[in-house]
């Protein structure tokens, strides 16, 4: 009898992990070899130096805005946008969407321009006062607006990472399924109208325009790479690969205004789910699981800075047990970096070397976020 009982069971549990109805459908890739993490990415301890900002005033500060003062301005779980004082100190409520505020990036005006992962395309005005600019284009509604840059003359830039799965599952699906929902798109203040630049990505994350502003870069979290847009030139419209097989899962990117741009990596890549990218069905079965029996990444700090050919020029890292990680947005003023989380609960700064060529002796009056 219990034997039965137990075969029953067994043949539950297959059929369930084998048949029960997902929301993905996984298509088959081929992810490419990790790189070990030696040479340019040798593991290190340099962001061990980080000191932490604002702990416990919030969960999740996915990234990090400065306006022209210093001041910090970090956005919740809760929807709540918090600045501080430029040493993480003096919490000031300036803003709440009701959302989920991700990328944040201030316009020439002096408004925040807040991607919002449910509301969409927002603008805070100094007053505080909350405007919806954009929450679909091409026909489309954004499911997860995820990040932002605005130009020098107010344009902006941002990213709706998947257009079929939202926020709430903290983008596994998305990568799960490897469908290819993610789009880059530009909204133009003057005329009102969003448009797309490029549909298809693999969770479009990141987004950062270069120092001239003649391409502007998208993290492919998905893909493991940097997509790169140009904007002027002869090459204006068309795209290319900026930076293939990262070592890490990138989330967010920016730039300081003087050639480098800083790329934050979620964690190290993942040997499984690598392993399961051309096996859809093992990546179905995957998903059935519970989520502490899936592909879980790495505690583990990582940050890389590269400059404009797409050389690596900084390799920063913490690996010990109390790392600030994830880390999912790296913002630099002056010659410190500011470390977004979108779990942790608090934000982090890391002192660059007094003598480190990314230092920004003037800061660049265009703040530029990932």
Do not use: C
């Amino acid at each position: 009898m219990i034997k039965n009982i137990a075969l029953l069971i067994l043949v539950i549990l297959v059929g369930y992990l084998l048949f029960w109805p997902v929301s993905i459908d996984p298509v088959a890739w081929q992810a490419p070899e990790a790189p070990a993490l030696e040479g340019p990415y040798a593991s290190n301890s340099a962001l061990a130096k980080s000191r932490s900002l604002a702990v416990d005033e919030g969960v999740g500060p996915e990234d990090v805005a400065i306006d022209d003062d210093g001041f910090l301005y970090v956005g919740y779980v809760d929807g709540r946008i918090v600045r501080f004082d430029p040493d993480g100190s003096n919490p000031d409520l300036i803003a709440d969407t009701k959302g989920r505020p991700l990328g944040l990036d201030f316009d020439p005006q002096g408004n925040l321009i807040v991607a919002d992962g449910y509301k969409g395309l927002l603008s805070i005005s100094p007053s505080g006062a909350i405007a919806a600019l954009s929450q679909r284009a091409n026909g489309v509604d954004y499911r997860f607006t995820d990040d932002v840059d605005a130009d020098s003359n107010g344009v902006i830039y941002f990213t709706d990472a998947s257009s079929k799965f939202g926020p709430a599952l903290h983008a596994r699906d998305d990568i799960l399924e490897h469908g290819g929902h993610g789009r880059l798109l530009r909204y133009d203040p003057a005329t009102e109208k969003a448009e797309v630049l490029l549909d298809g990505l693999q969770f479009a994350n990141g987004v950062a325009l270069s120092q001239d502003e003649d391409f502007v870069l998208v993290n492919e979290t998905g893909s493991y790479r940097i997509v790169r847009y140009w904007l002027k030139g002869d090459k204006a419209g068309s795209h290319d690969v900026f930076f293939d097989n990262l070592p890490g899962i990138p989330d967010g990117v920016s730039a300081n205004g003087n050639g480098t741009f800083w790329v934050a990596l979620f964690s190290p890549r993942n040997a499984m789910l690598d392993a399961m990218s051309d096996k859809p069905q093992l990546r179905k079965v995957a998903f059935r699981l519970p989520s502490f029996l899936q592909p879980q990444p790495a505690h583990h700090g990582f940050v890389l800075g590269l400059n404009e050919q797409g050389d690596v020029t900084h390799n920063l890292q913490d690996t010990s047990a109390d790392a600030f990680a994830p880390i999912t947005s790296v913002e630099q003023h002056g010659n410190t970096l500011y470390l977004g989380s979108l779990t942790a609960p608090r934000f982090a700064a890391y002192p660059l070397p007094a003598n480190d060529p990314a230092t920004v002796t003037e800061q660049d009056t265009r703040n530029v976020t990932d």
